[in-house]
């Protein structure tokens, strides 16, 4: 099976711009989840999409926002760049069929390297 | 005070040493205790995981649960260079849907 795949892999924007990340999960996976990883806060949970619904939130301002279409691809957008949200994307899927995530782990992608200038 | 605490490191050690790498978490709610390595410009990957307390072992790796001491380790034996990477502990409250909580992970390096 393909794994998880992320486009683009690097993206560099000016402040105040918007950017869309797109994940393409494992094949069969239903649940598709976003973080942003930094070095000085680690991994943080954005959102999570079962089945085209949002069924999880972090929190992260309304500029993150996200979604899923009927085939379980995902995209992410960020509106009005700020330099903060200079970090990894990263995506996950897992077929999160009512399952908690250790019965049903997180297969990552890796992820998109997002540099705001 | 933060969900699940590690340290940072950078912990670096020469090949064959054991490795001990450790966090620690708040909320007794935490039910399930996960271990991703994260290579250098890649996404994580699920190394170990467990829901008891106690040792598991799956080769050269040892994941051990303390719940009476919100504590939770991962060893590795007979460490390579191929060990390098940095790892992350991972934690889930319940069974139901909610998100994992990640600790910030710790660079490792082994040194041949």
């Known amino acids: 099976k393909a794994g998880v795949t992320q486009t683009p892999r690097y993206l560099i924007k000016t402040r105040g711009q918007q950017v869309t990340l797109s994940c393409s999960p494992i094949?069969?996976?239903?649940?598709v989840s976003w973080y942003q990883q930094t070095p000085g806060q680690g991994l943080q949970f954005l959102f999570e999409y079962f089945s085209e619904t949002q069924r999880n939130k972090g929190n992260f301002p309304g500029r993150f926002s996200g979604r899923q279409f009927s085939n379980s691809r995902s995209e992410m957008n960020v509106s009005t760049l700020e330099l903060g949200d200079s970090a990894l994307y990263l995506c996950a899927s897992s077929d999160g069929q009512g399952k908690s995530s250790y019965n049903s782990p997180l297969h990552f992608g890796n992820g998109t390297r997002l540099t705001v200038t | 005070q933060k969900e699940v605490e590690q340290d940072p490191g950078p912990l670096s050690v020469p090949e064959g040493a054991i490795v001990s790498l450790n966090c620690t978490y708040s909320n007794s709610a935490f039910q399930y205790f996960m271990w991703y390595r994260q290579y250098s410009r890649k996404g994580p990957e699920l190394l170990m995981y467990t829901y008891s307390s106690g040792n598991k072992e799956d080769g050269r790796f040892t994941a051990q649960v303390d719940k009476s001491s919100k504590y939770i380790s991962l060893f590795i034996r007979d460490s390579q260079p191929s060990d390098s990477a940095t790892y992350l502990c991972?934690?889930?409250?319940?069974?139901?849907?909610?998100?994992?909580?990640f600790g910030k992970g710790t660079r490792l390096s082994v040194i041949a």
């Open positions: 094949s069969g996976h239903r649940s």
């Open positions: 991972a934690i889930n409250r319940n069974s139901g849907n909610t998100p994992l909580v």
